[in-house]
């Protein structure tokens, strides 16, 4: 089965520090990636998605991440984080290998931001 | 932004009770879906519905579930015989077209669903 994988379950990191949090997917051909980020007692949002074009995306909150198909990955990455950055971010997947019509989602990492 | 609202915030049922989970996508929506996230777990998906009728279901989606968008606004999950390991957040989602299409997916807060 196509999966995710996120290797960093639970990420501390002090204010201002650079923030990189890992997403490695399994072969799947033509995919479409996604970061959410689920802020404490609220829903999942939509942070960034990559469909097509420049591998390096922009999202919201300062957030950005990389596609790189040869090491099959989609990197978040922000290079100053902010104490509200404390959330569980996810990591998922669409495509016709894993679904079209569906996510399919990584375990997710905890960032803690401390003051 | 619009949003997708989800009822009840929290659920509690005894083991071998039905639960109907209530879920009001946004209103130009057409496709709608429902995931859930054991506590610990990752975000799994169960269930794409589209034109009134299931598009596509995960191997955890099973008799004892079904979906059900009784007029034009919910859009329900109904669990037939609760076991403990449905115990879960459950989410609900929606979008305007298929998210295959670079198309954004909107989630509610989601139900904490306690079986007992």
């Known amino acids: 089965a196509q999966s995710v994988s996120q290797h960093n379950h639970h990420v501390i990191l002090s204010e201002a520090a650079s923030l990189e949090l890992g997403c490695n997917y399994s072969y799947g051909g033509t995919v479409n990636l996604f970061w959410y980020v689920q802020y404490p007692g609220q829903h999942l949002q939509l942070l960034l998605k990559y469909f097509s074009g420049d591998p390096l995306v922009k999202g919201i909150k300062g957030f950005e991440a990389e596609f790189i198909k040869s090491k099959f990955s989609f990197n978040l990455r922000k290079p100053s984080v902010q104490w509200s950055d404390t959330a569980e971010y996810f990591c998922a997947v669409s495509g016709p290998n894993f679904g079209n019509e569906k996510l399919t989602f990584g375990t997710g990492t905890r960032l803690t931001i401390i003051p | 932004e619009p949003e997708v609202t989800q009822t009840p915030s929290h659920q509690v049922t005894q083991m071998g009770q039905e639960v109907i989970l209530r879920c009001v996508p946004i209103s130009n929506h057409l496709y709608f879906y429902w995931y859930r996230q054991i506590l610990g777990q990752k975000v799994e998906f169960l269930v794409s519905f589209y034109n009134n009728e299931i598009s596509e279901k995960s191997e955890i989606f099973d008799d004892q579930f079904s979906v059900e968008r009784p007029d034009g606004s919910n859009f329900t999950l109904k669990i037939r015989s609760t076991k403990l390991e449905d115990s879960a957040m459950y989410f609900c989602?929606?979008?305007?077209?298929?998210?295959?299409?670079?198309?954004?997916?909107?989630f509610g807060s989601g139900t904490q669903l306690s079986v007992l």
């Open positions: 989602a929606s979008s305007k077209r298929q998210i295959a299409t670079n198309e954004k997916l909107f």
